[in-house]
């Protein structure tokens, strides 16, 4: 079975700070995917990056960045000199291609406040 | 703006209401989806459709029935819906299903309360 485990519930931190949003990852298949979503409050999930599991190069796209240890399996997020527009739910997702059928698995999400 | 629009955006019903949530996409995209999402916990899939076929069913209560009548239109027909179906659902779209691993395209939501 697959599981996605995001351990921060709530994290706040104020304008300008660095902040990273950790996910832990379990499946038995070999080839998978991993994505983080953005929920900001008007509810759309908005997509944010894809990784599969053959490409462990960390990402960096502005003030985000991935970084991808499948040692660990763990597929952390960091925002960098964070921003009040990055107050959202964070939600990290699994996608295993031999067993989910393209279903995509995600972890309970992670509220990110930034306070000014 | 997000690609996928869903209307309504709320929407109040008693239990032996029937009403629909629609949902749209120009995308081109092939495979639609829908997903209910309670407070504060992740989406949970409910309906897939590959080109307007229905792929998944992932044991859903009859008393939510989906229909595509075209490649761009996702509706969500409700009737007889309980309290505790009062959820955000929500609405995505993909460039296609099998073998899909790209991203998906998220509408804003409707958001629904049952009396």
């Known amino acids: 079975a697959q599981k996605v485990t995001q351990a921060q519930t709530e994290i706040s931190v104020v304008e300008k700070e660095d902040v990273t949003l950790d996910c832990v990852y379990e499946t038995r298949d070999t080839t998978y995917y991993l994505f983080w979503y953005k929920q900001p409050p008007s509810g759309e999930l908005v997509f944010l990056i894809r990784r599969n599991s053959f490409d462990e190069q960390n990402e960096i796209s502005g003030r985000y960045s991935w970084n991808f240890q499948k040692s660990t399996s763990s597929f952390n997020f960091t925002i960098t000199a964070s921003q009040v527009v990055d107050s959202a739910v964070y939600f990290c997702a699994l996608e295993g291609k031999e067993t989910s059928g393209s279903r995509l698995t995600f972890g309970e999400g992670t509220q990110l406040t930034v306070n000014p | 703006d997000t690609e996928v629009t869903q209307t309504p955006k709320h929407l109040v019903m008693g239990m032996t209401n029937k009403k629909s949530l629609k949902c749209e996409q120009h995308m081109g995209h092939r495979a639609m989806y829908w997903y209910k999402q309670k407070a504060k916990k992740p989406p949970e899939l409910m309906f897939v459709?590959?080109?307007?076929?229905?792929?998944i069913n992932e044991s859903v209560p009859s008393r939510f029935s989906p229909e595509c009548p075209n490649s761009s239109l996702l509706n969500l027909h409700l009737h007889a819906l309980q309290p505790e179906d009062s959820a955000l659902y929500l609405c995505?779209?993909?460039?296609?299903?099998?073998?899909?691993?790209?991203?998906?395209?998220f509408g804003e939501g409707s958001r629904l309360t049952v009396l």
């Open positions: 459709y590959s080109y307007e076929k229905l792929s």
């Open positions: 995505a779209s993909s460039r296609d299903w099998l073998g899909n691993t790209g991203e998906l395209f």
